[in-house]
């Protein structure tokens, strides 16, 4: 589980396609020691596995399909990405709950000033935008970020200096894909919701429930 607090922001160094799965190298200035073999590290947002550490360097597989459902297939050598190694017990919670399981790749519709900061549009497949609610939470990325507005399948977020500085965002470009995972309780909500359709009303859902009481 991550935060989408971003730490740092990586190098590829590597990409090795072998059949099935390509191997990524990333340079980081997180402490080498902080990240070590079998940890789940966020790349872009897409949580992946560490394999190998050393002075700095870490590599992780991307199997065919976190390709396919992800901007990984489309990684350059050199390319900067947005790290985050997964929250620890006990430790702060700052951004929302993030698995780093992508549901979409957005595509930036509009970049705009906004006062200091941006406002960058983004759209996204119809089957996703229901997730989206006005101030509800989203990951960019990786990115750890508000929905200020809605529009249809768009919408929009504001980016502060400081997290233009921080992360990869500030970096982006209209028609530039980005990685999209939307807020894991609105899925949990719409499943539990569906669950409660599927059933059969009868006397002992409604007893359960409270609505009907006594002898039946």
């Not at 430790?91 to 519709?109: C, M, P, S």
């Not at 995972?181 to 409270?210: M, N, P, Q, V, W």
């Amino acid at each position: 589980m991550f935060t989408g607090i971003i730490e740092d922001i990586g190098i590829i160094t590597g990409i090795n396609k072998m059949s099935g799965k390509w191997e990524l190298s990333v340079k980081t200035n997180i402490t080498p020691f902080d990240i070590r073999e079998g940890d789940s590290i966020s790349v872009n947002g897409v949580c992946l596995t560490a394999t190998k550490t050393s002075k700095g360097v870490f590599s992780a597989d991307a199997s065919l399909e976190t390709l396919n459902r992800t901007t990984l297939k489309d990684a350059k050598v050199s390319q900067r990405v947005n790290i985050e190694r997964a929250m620890e017990a006990g430790g702060r919670f700052g951004g929302h709950l993030v698995t780093g399981h992508i549901d979409a790749i957005g595509t930036i519709t509009d970049i705009k000033k906004a006062g200091d900061s941006m406002q960058f549009s983004i759209e996204v497949s119809a089957d996703i935008s229901r997730y989206f609610v006005q101030k509800g939470s989203v990951a960019i990325d990786g990115i750890s970020l508000t929905v200020n507005e809605q529009h249809g399948n768009t919408f929009i977020v504001n980016i502060i200096p400081y997290t233009a500085s921080r992360t990869t965002i500030g970096e982006k470009k209209l028609r530039d894909k980005v990685n999209i995972e939307t807020d894991i309780i609105g899925k949990y909500i719409e499943s539990f919701l569906a669950r409660d359709r599927r059933k059969k009303i009868d006397l002992d859902l409604l007893s359960d429930h409270g609505f009907v009481k006594g002898d039946r």
